[in-house]
């Protein structure tokens, strides 16, 4: 399993509307894709100073999958334009992180190396 992750920030002012866009347009156009491999996508938000901090955790069961989303320059941000307009910046480049092992509530393991 692949975690692809980057971060954008923005002010106050766009924070609700840049949400809004990636939950109601961006993320529903990526799942409406069918990339194959592609697991879903996490949003989380947190005041960092006087921006607001952005980060998507997308997962996908390979790179091969992650490569059908964006292309052979597999860690190049996937950012529209319309998101572009709120974001006062953001990575260029995304991260990707190959799951190594995740531990359920009852301690027990879910993932395999």
């Given at each position: 399993?692949?975690?692809?992750?980057?971060?954008?920030?923005?002010?106050?002012?766009?924070?609700?509307?840049?949400?809004?866009?990636?939950?109601?347009?961006?993320?529903?156009e990526?799942?409406?894709?069918?990339?194959?491999?592609?697991?879903?996508?996490?949003?989380?938000?947190?005041?960092?100073?006087?921006?607001?901090?952005?980060?998507?955790?997308?997962?996908?069961?390979s790179?091969?999958?992650?490569?059908?989303?964006?292309?052979?320059?597999?860690?190049?941000?996937?950012?529209?334009?319309?998101?572009?307009?709120?974001?006062?910046?953001?990575?260029?480049?995304?991260?990707?992180?190959?799951?190594?092992?995740?531990?359920?509530?009852?301690?027990?393991?879910?993932a395999?190396?």
């Open positions: 399993m692949i975690r692809r992750m980057w971060r954008g920030w923005t002010t106050p002012e766009n924070a609700d509307a840049y949400e809004e866009l990636l939950r109601t347009t961006v993320f529903p990526i799942a409406a894709r069918k990339i194959p491999g592609y697991r879903g996508i996490e949003l989380w938000r947190r005041e960092d100073g006087d921006e607001i901090a952005f980060v998507t955790v997308m997962r996908f069961d790179l091969e999958a992650v490569k059908a989303f964006v292309g052979d320059d597999y860690e190049r941000a996937h950012v529209p334009e319309r998101a572009r307009r709120l974001l006062r910046r953001f990575d260029e480049r995304s991260r990707h992180y190959e799951l190594r092992e995740a531990l359920g509530e009852d301690g027990g393991s879910s395999k190396r």
